[in-house]
């Protein structure tokens, strides 16, 4: 049981930390750059205070079940990662479970685990089961079932793994997992295998990150490093900073990618200190999933300022979910909302056939059906990119709307977004056979 949860009662002194690789002892560097005393960084803390704005449904929500804790302890992210809801009896204080959620809850044990910050939960549907964001992290029976064609590691992402944590499927670019741990479990998550799991095959340690950086710098093809896990923004600050200098000193990586959660589950991580770490490592892009337009708050809005100020890119990854976000009058406000805070929409995902997803997937041909309702009836820039990772290791693979409607001699026939004919002068995309015409 969460005791300050039980309370309500702000973090205690001897309270311990959360489970997570950031503050684990096999994860002390061996020489910290930029390394501050404890006190100092207390101090810089201090001098600092997070200053996020707060919505007023999380701001309701504090005030009637953590009480006893300050805006600046709730604004303070280790804060959020100790206070996790970690357990049904923590769930069951804030949310009003349903039958087949606590029958969910009783029959877990071991794989992905339950974890959801303070913070997203003041963002879910208390008593309502089906509300988006709540389906996404509370268990329920269907999660149990496994259906033809899933599996733990749908992508094949262990056969392409060239040392511990490091995949290395695409030409020039690799997948560097840094850590098992998130501030948030997605119930659909591709790597439920791994992802806040204790022991088993999966560790990480520096001494991991070693032999990763090790092989990047043998291989001088890669260009391009994706730093993903669980999610790299849960590193704490120092070995985050040790990271990407490590990777930074390797003349062949031109550019550095973050694959996070975080600005969405725990704006308020990206504190100025976290800011100027990755400002010391350009170029770096970040990827942000983000899963419904509820989640564009406040905080996460003034997260997602301090990133794009800090001059990097930002791109959107959304996992098309059925019943979640699958339909156009979800997505394009959402996509709007992305576009006004600077983030660019990238990926539309269909889901990965992991163990115990079926009940998120939707056909494919949903995914062809958003598209097709964006595309001309918004900017291009809110039309993300809709794909398959290919089962076994295939990589991503784009699908687009069939918009050629066919031939006519010379002339490609096209089809616009309001399903109106158009020719356009092809003689090069069909061979030059007839007699007297020169080959293109």
């Given at each position: 049981?969460?005791?300050?949860?039980?309370?309500?009662?702000?973090?205690?002194?001897?309270?311990?930390?959360?489970?997570?690789?950031?503050?684990?002892?096999?994860?002390?560097?061996?020489?910290?750059?930029?390394?501050?005393?404890?006190?100092?960084?207390?101090?810089?803390?201090?001098?600092?205070?997070?200053?996020?704005?707060?919505?007023?449904?999380?701001?309701?929500?504090?005030?009637v079940f953590f009480p006893a804790v300050s805006a600046v302890?709730?604004?303070?992210?280790?804060?959020?990662?100790?206070?996790?809801?970690?357990?049904?009896?923590?769930?069951?204080?804030?949310?009003?479970?349903?039958?087949?959620?606590?029958?969910?809850?009783?029959?877990?044990?071991?794989?992905?685990?339950?974890?959801?910050?303070?913070?997203?939960?003041?963002?879910?549907?208390?008593?309502?089961?089906?509300?988006?964001?709540?389906?996404?992290?509370?268990?329920?029976?269907?999660?149990?079932?496994?259906?033809?064609?899933?599996?733990?590691?749908?992508?094949?992402?262990?056969?392409?793994?060239?040392?511990?944590?490091?995949?290395?499927?695409?030409?020039?670019?690799?997948?560097?997992?840094?850590?098992?741990?998130?501030?948030?479990?997605?119930?659909?998550?591709?790597?439920?295998?791994?992802?806040?799991?204790?022991?088993?095959?999966?560790?990480?340690?520096?001494?991991?990150?070693?032999?990763?950086?090790?092989?990047?710098?043998?291989?001088?093809?890669?260009?391009?490093?994706?730093?993903?896990?669980?999610?790299?923004?849960?590193?704490?600050?120092?070995?985050?900073?040790?990271?990407?200098?490590?990777?930074?000193?390797?003349?062949?990586?031109?550019?550095?990618?973050?694959?996070?959660?975080?600005?969405?589950?725990?704006?308020?991580?990206?504190?100025?200190?976290?800011?100027?770490?990755?400002?010391?490592?350009?170029?770096?892009?970040?990827?942000?999933?983000?899963?419904?337009?509820?989640?564009?708050?406040?905080?996460?809005?003034?997260?997602?300022?301090?990133?794009?100020?800090?001059?990097?890119?930002?791109?959107?990854?959304?996992?098309?979910?059925?019943?979640?976000?699958?339909?156009?009058?979800?997505?394009?406000?959402?996509?709007?909302?992305?576009?006004?805070?600077?983030?660019?929409?990238?990926?539309?995902?269909?889901?990965?056939?992991?163990?115990?997803?079926?009940?998120?997937?939707?056909?494919?041909?949903?995914?062809?059906?958003?598209?097709?309702?964006?595309?001309?009836?918004?900017?291009?820039?809110?039309?993300?990119?809709?794909?398959?990772?290919?089962?076994?290791?295939?990589?991503?693979?784009?699908?687009?709307?069939?918009?050629?409607?066919?031939?006519?001699?010379?002339?490609?026939?096209?089809?616009?977004?309001?399903?109106?004919?158009?020719?356009?002068?092809?003689?090069?995309?069909?061979?030059?056979?007839?007699?007297?015409?020169?080959?293109?």
């Amino acid at each position: 049981m969460d005791h300050t949860l039980a309370s309500g009662s702000g973090a205690q002194e001897s309270q311990e930390p959360p489970e997570t690789t950031a503050d684990r002892a096999d994860f002390q560097l061996p020489n910290p750059p930029n390394a501050r005393s404890s006190q100092g960084a207390s101090r810089t803390r201090r001098t600092y205070p997070p200053k996020f704005p707060v919505g007023e449904a999380t701001r309701a929500f504090r005030k009637v079940f953590f009480p006893a804790v300050s805006a600046v302890e709730w604004n303070d992210w280790r804060w959020q990662m100790r206070n996790r809801i970690r357990s049904q009896e923590a769930l069951s204080r804030i949310f009003e479970l349903s039958e087949e959620e606590q029958a969910a809850l009783d029959r877990h044990q071991g794989g992905l685990p339950v974890g959801i910050t303070p913070y997203y939960a003041s963002l879910m549907g208390l008593d309502d089961p089906a509300e988006p964001l709540r389906r996404t992290h509370i268990p329920v029976g269907q999660e149990y079932l496994r259906t033809p064609g899933e599996a733990d590691d749908p992508l094949g992402e262990d056969h392409d793994t060239s040392v511990p944590g490091l995949v290395h499927r695409y030409p020039d670019r690799v997948l560097f997992l840094t850590t098992s741990t998130c501030s948030t479990y997605c119930r659909y998550c591709t790597r439920s295998r791994m992802v806040g799991q204790s022991g088993d095959e999966y560790q990480f340690s520096v001494r991991q990150w070693d032999r990763a950086l090790e092989y990047i710098a043998a291989h001088r093809e890669v260009r391009d490093v994706l730093l993903s896990g669980g999610d790299p923004l849960t590193i704490s600050d120092d070995k985050l900073d040790y990271l990407l200098g490590r990777l930074r000193a390797i003349p062949h990586v031109e550019f550095i990618r973050l694959g996070t959660k975080v600005p969405i589950v725990l704006p308020m991580r990206i504190s100025r200190d976290l800011v100027r770490v990755l400002k010391r490592h350009h170029p770096l892009w970040m990827s942000i999933h983000v899963t419904h337009p509820s989640e564009l708050t406040p905080e996460a809005t003034e997260a997602c300022r301090r990133l794009a100020d800090a001059g990097i890119p930002l791109g959107s990854q959304t996992v098309l979910l059925k019943g979640v976000n699958d339909s156009v009058d979800i997505l394009k406000p959402m996509y709007h909302g992305l576009l006004m805070r600077r983030i660019k929409p990238y990926y539309l995902y269909q889901c990965d056939p992991i163990t115990g997803s079926a009940h998120f997937r939707t056909p494919v041909s949903k995914g062809l059906e958003i598209i097709e309702g964006l595309r001309g009836h918004t900017t291009g820039y809110a039309v993300p990119q809709f794909v398959i990772d290919a089962p076994g290791g295939g990589g991503k693979i784009p699908l687009q709307p069939n918009y050629v409607a066919g031939r006519d001699g010379s002339d490609l026939i096209l089809r616009n977004f309001e399903n109106s004919l158009y020719r356009y002068p092809d003689p090069c995309g069909s061979p030059c056979t007839e007699k007297g015409r020169r080959p293109c």
